[in-house]
T-cell receptor
């Protein structure tokens, strides 16, 4: 099976940088994805890493280390609108095309 | 591209009733997924279609749940003899090709009284 661990809550100040970590256990790993979900909204795709290293998309970056079964989402220049839940998700060869999501990290951005 | 749509957005039903939800994926996406999400948790995979073929089903999916995608376009998820534990947000997602980038609909919030 698959399991993912991420912190349940993170609080940061507007303009700061925050890192949300995700560790995973899978039997055959394809890649790690990150999704954002605002309260009452649908999950929205942010990024995907299949290979080791850093992927940057604007203020958001995502990192993966396959050897450590670890990844993180980095949010820079935090804005109030970034307050949301962030989920890491893995796809692995034993699970076909399904994504297995972590429990989510609730980010609160304060002024 | 109008995004993934789901109908209804909210459904309140009494225990024991049957309910059916509809999902319309992004038009060129051949893969469609159903997930269930409860408060404070991540989405849990229920089932997946490639075109009209249902290729994967979660062990979570009891025999009261059935899903179809008859023409490889829209999909329906039916829950028979609903139970209070079925109360959740039911999310539909679609993708083109591999499932790493999935586009989610707004969800159907089911409340079973």
């Amino acid at each position: 099976g698959q399991s993912l661990e991420q912190p349940s809550e993170v609080t940061a100040v507007e303009g700061a940088i925050v890192q949300i970590n995700c560790t995973y256990q899978t039997s055959g790993f394809y890649g790690l994805s990150w999704y954002q979900q605002h309260d009452g909204g649908a999950p929205t795709f942010l990024s995907y890493n299949a290979l080791d290293g850093l992927e940057e998309t604007g203020r958001f970056s995502s990192f993966l280390s396959r050897s450590d079964s670890y990844g993180y989402l980095l949010l820079q220049e935090l804005q109030m609108k970034d307050s949301a839940s962030y989920f890491c998700a893995v796809r692995d060869e034993d699970a076909g095309n399904m994504l297995t999501f972590g429990g989510g990290t609730r980010l609160m951005v304060k002024p | 591209d109008t995004g993934v749509s789901q109908d209804p957005r909210h459904k309140i039903t009494k225990r024991g009733q049957n309910v059916t939800f509809r999902c319309d994926p992004i038009s060129e996406h051949n893969r469609l997924y159903w997930y269930r999400q409860t408060l404070g948790q991540g989405p849990e995979f229920l089932t997946y279609f490639q075109n009209e073929a249902q290729l994967e089903k979660s062990r979570l999916l009891s025999d009261r749940f059935s899903a179809e995608r008859p023409k490889g376009s829209f999909s329906t998820l039916e829950i028979q003899r609903t139970e209070q534990g079925d109360s959740a947000m039911y999310l539909c997602a679609s993708s083109k090709g591999q499932g790493d980038t999935q586009y989610f609909g707004p969800g159907t919030r089911l409340t079973v009284l």
